[in-house]
């Protein structure tokens, strides 16, 4: 409780100490940046923290995190100075906004701090490595951090998440096992107040319009959908579940069998399982949760399944996972704030010549965009190809409303896009020098399309909302939207995809020609016998590209309309300008989700044709980042239609019912995974181990020997520790892991994926073997030096997984601390 409390009251402070900054950067806005606030602070506290420490002006120590937070103080000192009037009469008209805003980030704070203590394993799925990373930062006196499962080397990984942290957790003296499951609640509340801000900057644009949208305080009420529809709403396989544990669409023989089509059909894994008996309500079948990240089923040509990760946010906050991808969700949306204030034009400046006098972007708002997307980079990199893509676009449709559509448009994305790229890079260069990427480019997509019914599992409870929404505006407008440009641009764009596939596919048959004839021998086919066959697979399979087709052209045709679709009557003026893109004051209900529409459309379109090659060989990842990337912006598009319908449906009509009986249906089906999982991983909030949110509890019931082992080695010198090497997603590793202090290998499958391959292992696993087992002291010593190892740790897992031989170090060396089975060894 005092850990949360501090975590709190820290985060707390710091929006409050960031808020004149962000109101002199977010002019555009409504909220002028206050629900951006927290996540802007911790964002440029860690990016002054991390940048002093690797550069050697500061340490990794209370000293050095202080220092960094001065500088932020500092900026928003200036910005207060400036600002002081306006700032002082924004926060006394936006009372009900900050309330609001206050009352929703603790709610959410609380609300999964209090699940995740419920069950606060960190055992489980790559968890571990997580907490690896955070105390290998923690135990770090310079960045780049240790990595402490490859001793003598720094983490090659994307770790700036980790960093912000570390950071905390040392500023608040908690150990790493606990900051990580605080971590993970911040950044679902980070995610509420954040998607919260969006939706209500977009909602109270209409407030200001001579329309039924005119209650400031209906805004505010609406946005609330938004952390809604992006952290709890889910998708539908939970009521697959539920139909299933009822024994729906199964007949039962005479001698028992159960029979179903239907199940048979829809070819979902356990779901193709039959039921047991005696049915009921509540899924109850081992690990049913898991199945919601897995609904994409991809067979090869043999019929072979190979497994798709299709993951959303509440499953990873249900997991209680802080991967990359979760840890970015705060600072993508604040790069999507960024975004609509650019599509505002509230960075315009036509004096602006620090770069190129033709790019009309003021200094500050260039600078901290480059900072928020290199913090992208360096958070999840996959993050920032999308983040770029929106800001480059929302700067160009306020360009073309500004000036019209010509030729100048295409040159603003270099315009923009160069520079920004080029300094968000800088920004961050310490982090690139030591970074190894695993992609290795793209490779096409032959035989892995997405059956239809799969797609709508996964996404039909955004894309319900979503097509009312389209349909409404095109309803409203029927004239406007240029379908001519809609149809061009989506259809071009599957056909240069189909292209590429293609294209790519006769590059690799000429480059890679052995492995192409192997891979067609495989199949027992010859090339145009398996084009014809995954042709013809796409086409039986063609559900989920109709229905991007059927999202991506409506949209586009809608985003480049003339005239203010969806709001008011046609204006004569408006309808005469020389953009088709009307004042984005006054479009922006529409168009700027729209955008966010279009991008996550082209993201989940993306995986069809094409994938990054990694280490998997097929797009098993790709669609887990891209999926992850479009869940966040079509939530934010699916909450704002809700709302905007909301405030435009007035009165009791068969339309105004429909859609609220739809929405209410399909939010109702959504929420049946939050509430199912939470009920099964808390054991309905009776933990029989009590709540507490350190899993270290767990290591002292489970491991009491290995949990003292720890504990002493942390009063300890730092220094290398040797321990048992085995298998990813294990136990193995547990020592470097709860220190941070690096051992000679810990998950080697692990390593190899970040780092490109085993060459760096070398002869570390083999050599831990020796040392362990090996009766020659002489032998044993030459390890201990080669890899500088000061602990020797022996405990159950050792002894059970390898035949130790301890009479050597027995002999050799003073053993510091014993405790059952567990003994450590100190060399000199």
């Avoid at 098993?620 to 992850?628: E, M």
């Amino acid at each position: 409780m005092t850990a949360f409390l501090s975590w709190y009251l820290i985060l707390t402070l710091l929006g409050w100490l960031t808020f004149p900054l962000v109101y002199h950067l977010f002019p555009a806005l409504t909220d002028r940046g206050y629900t951006l606030a927290r996540t802007a602070g911790l964002l440029i506290w860690g990016y002054a923290f991390w940048l002093f420490t690797s550069l050697g002006f500061t340490r990794n120590d209370p000293g050095g995190i202080l220092f960094a937070l001065a500088t932020l103080i500092a900026l928003s000192i200036w910005s207060l100075i400036t600002h002081h009037s306006s700032i002082v009469n924004f926060i006394r008209s936006n009372i009900p906004l900050i309330l609001t805003t206050e009352i929703l980030f603790l709610i959410a704070f609380a609300f999964l701090a209090f699940a995740r203590s419920a069950n606060a394993e960190l055992a489980s799925t790559e968890k571990p490595m997580e907490l690896m990373f955070i105390n290998s930062i923690m135990r770090s006196e310079t960045f780049p951090p240790q990595d402490a499962w490859l001793s003598g080397y720094s983490i090659s990984y994307y770790y700036f998440g980790y960093v912000m942290t570390a950071m905390l957790a040392g500023l608040s003296s908690i150990p790493g096992s606990l900051a990580h499951n605080l971590m993970t609640s911040l950044v679902f509340a980070l995610g509420a107040i954040g998607s919260f801000g969006i939706i209500y900057n977009l909602l109270s644009k209409n407030a200001n319009l001579k329309s039924p949208i005119s209650n400031r305080g209906s805004s505010i009420f609406n946005a609330l959908l938004a952390p809604l529809f992006l952290l709890l709403v889910s998708n539908f396989e939970t009521v697959l579940e539920v139909l299933h544990r009822r024994g729906l669409f199964w007949s039962k023989s005479p001698d028992g069998t159960f029979t179903s089509a239907f199940w048979t059909w829809l070819d979902m894994k356990e779901l193709s399982q039959s039921p047991v008996e005696p049915f009921g309500w509540i899924p109850e079948r081992y690990l049913w949760w898991w199945r919601a990240s897995r609904v994409i089923q991809d067979y090869d040509m043999l019929g072979a399944h190979r497994e798709v990760i299709d993951e959303f946010p509440f499953f990873s906050f249900l997991l209680g996972d802080l991967h990359p991808h979760v840890l970015a969700i705060p600072f993508g949306l604040l790069a999507i704030s960024v975004a609509l204030n650019v599509f505002l034009g509230g960075w315009k400046d036509r004096n602006a010549s620090f770069i190129t006098a033709r790019l009309d972007f003021k200094p500050a708002g260039f600078f901290f965009a480059a900072l928020v997307l290199g913090g992208l980079a360096f958070l999840n990199t996959w993050d920032i190809l999308i983040a770029a893509a929106l800001i480059v676009s929302a700067y160009i449709l306020w360009r073309a409303n500004e000036n019209g559509w010509n030729g100048s448009r295409f040159e603003d994305i270099f315009i923009l896009g160069i520079p920004l790229g080029v300094f968000s890079l800088l920004l961050y260069l310490p982090f690139y020098l030591g970074f190894s990427s695993q992609a290795g480019g793209i490779l096409p997509n032959f035989m892995y399309p997405t059956r239809g019914i799969h797609f709508w599992v996964m996404w039909g409870t955004l894309l319900v909302p979503i097509f009312i929404f389209i349909f409404y505006l095109w309803r409203k407008n029927p004239t406007r939207p240029n379908w001519k440009l809609g149809f061009t641009i989506g259809l071009g764009l599957t056909f240069v995809l189909g292209l590429l596939t293609f294209l790519l596919g006769l590059i690799g048959s000429i480059v890679e020609k052995g492995l192409v004839d192997a891979t067609l021998a495989s199949y027992n086919m010859t090339a145009p016998q398996f084009l014809a066959a995954t042709s013809l697979r796409r086409l039986i399979h063609i559900g989920s590209l109709i229905t991007l087709l059927a999202i991506l052209i409506p949209a586009l045709a809608l985003l480049f309309s003339r005239g203010i679709s969806g709001i008011t009557d046609a204006d004569p003026e408006i309808a005469n300008h020389q953009s088709p893109i009307a004042d984005p004051q006054l479009s922006t209900a529409n168009r700027f989700p729209l955008l966010l529409l279009i991008l996550g459309a082209l993201l989940v379109l993306a995986p069809e044709f094409v994938f990054l090659r990694d280490q998997f060989g097929y797009r098993i990842n790709t669609v887990f980042k891209f999926y992850y990337q479009a869940w966040m912006l079509w939530s934010l598009v699916a909450a704002f239609g809700v709302g905007y319908l909301a405030q435009s449906l007035r009165g009791f009509t068969f339309a105004n019912a429909g859609f609220r009986l739809a929405i209410g249906l399909v939010t109702f089906c959504g929420l049946l995974y939050p509430v199912f999982g939470l009920m099964t991983r808390t054991e309905n909030f009776k933990p029989y181990f009590g709540y507490n949110l350190d899993d270290f509890a767990r290591i002292q019931r489970e491991n009491p020997d290995d949990a003292a082992g720890i504990e002493f080695l942390l009063t300890q010198p730092k220094g290398v520790v040797a321990e048992a090497v085995g298998g990813s997603y294990s136990y193995y590793g547990r020592i470097s892991t709860f220190t941070g202090y690096p051992t000679v290998l810990g998950w080697p499958g692990h390593e190899a994926q970040w780092r490109g391959g085993y060459e760096l292992h070398g002869s570390r696993e083999n050599d831990i073997l020796t040392l362990y087992a090996t009766a020659r002291w002489e032998e044993a010593k030459t390890i201990i030096e080669r890899y500088n190892i000061r602990y020797i740790f022996i405990g159950n897992l050792e002894r059970n997984s390898m035949p130790v031989n301890e009479e050597k170090f027995a002999i050799n060396l003073t053993p510091i601390f014993q405790q059952g089975g567990t003994v450590i060894y100190e060399t000199p």
